[in-house]
């Protein structure tokens, strides 16, 4: 009630099985308390979305969470939370949001910085963006865009995150527009004790439901390993340079992974001419577009100047795909 107060909103308490059943579908927004998750779960409702459960016991909320398909709140820890789903602050609507994992189909094919050229030409053309790290030894996406000194919240500050988390703008790394979530840099010096990169897959998919719900693009840099499966949702963009041995790498890569509904982004350069219709053959999937060889991008990136930020081939190129992953004409 308290956090209801706090957003100026009035909860319509189901007190009885029919007040439920009537309310179940029409409601924005359903709270569920720990004590009577039992008791709601035993009626056979239909599946909705926006059902939260709400309590102070962690285990006992973990166990209704899979029977009711429900996140979880843990107060009074997450009463802010509470609030800020009450209020819908910041919230985009349902089908408002994109996500787009980017992954290297050979390693040294430059897919985290495509991911990054991508976020920072979208911040450029409005659009509320965000881009996480899903590479545990990507070595940190802040250095990229020259923000490792940075304030705000890296994976590791993120790692007990679970259920439905708030809105995290303003507490991330933000550079150019771009809301940034990067792994960390381990300790060398004791090797006893060292810093995870990545957290558990549950932290990561609670991370990016919050981020969609905030934000109308999310970019996802998987790297060259995409072991962690976030969401079915995602769009894959699979970076291929245009060369026999890493066009190779990418076809076991298809079949390894399962990337078969990937599309190809295509890499040109010195020693990269394969012709993108020999890709998409080769491959079996189609080709969202290329990117070319930018001379500039080497100096802007040693001074610590994110991708796409300045004008030039490379933020032409990204320009283009955002357009083709945005549904743009």
Do not use: Y
């Amino acid at each position: 009630m308290a956090a209801a107060a706090a957003v100026q909103v009035e909860p319509d308490l189901a007190r009885d099985t029919d007040t439920l059943r009537r309310r179940w579908l029409t409601a924005s927004v359903v709270l569920i308390g720990a004590d009577q998750a039992g008791a709601v779960a035993g009626l056979g409702l239909p599946t909705r979305r926006k059902v939260h459960l709400c309590g102070s016991d962690m285990k006992v909320l973990m166990s209704w969470s899979v029977p009711l398909d429900a996140p979880v709140m843990v107060l009074p820890e997450q009463t802010g939370f509470v609030s800020s789903l009450l209020a819908g602050v910041g919230e985009l609507p349902d089908g408002q949001s994109m996500v787009v994992t980017v992954i290297g189909g050979s390693g040294g094919v430059g897919a985290t910085i495509l991911a990054a050229g991508l976020a920072q030409r979208a911040a450029k053309a409005d659009l509320r963006v965000a881009l996480a790290e899903l590479d545990a030894t990507g070595g940190g996406l802040d250095l990229v865009f020259g923000a490792e000194q940075a304030s705000g919240w890296r994976w590791l500050d993120l790692a007990s995150a679970t259920g439905h988390i708030g809105d995290l703008r303003g507490r991330l790394p933000n550079v150019s527009g771009v809301d940034i979530v990067s792994t960390g840099r381990p300790r060398l010096s004791d090797s006893r004790h060292r810093d995870p990169g990545l957290p558990s897959a549950d932290a990561i998919n609670a991370v990016v439901a919050s981020l969609l719900r905030s934000h109308e693009l999310v970019i996802l840099d998987a790297g060259s390993h995409p072991e962690v499966a976030v969401t079915s949702q995602a769009m894959n963009v699979l970076v291929v340079a245009a060369e026999v041995k890493a066009l190779m790498a990418a076809r076991a890569k298809v079949a390894s992974w399962g990337l078969s509904d990937s599309s190809v982004v295509v890499r040109n350069g010195p020693g990269r001419r394969l012709d993108a219709a020999v890709i998409a053959d080769t491959l079996g999937l189609p080709v969202l577009g290329t990117v070319p060889h930018d001379p500039s991008l080497t100096g802007a990136l040693e001074a610590g100047i994110p991708p796409g930020l300045r004008r030039g081939r490379f933020s032409r190129a990204c320009d283009l795909l955002l357009g083709q992953v945005m549904g743009d004409d």
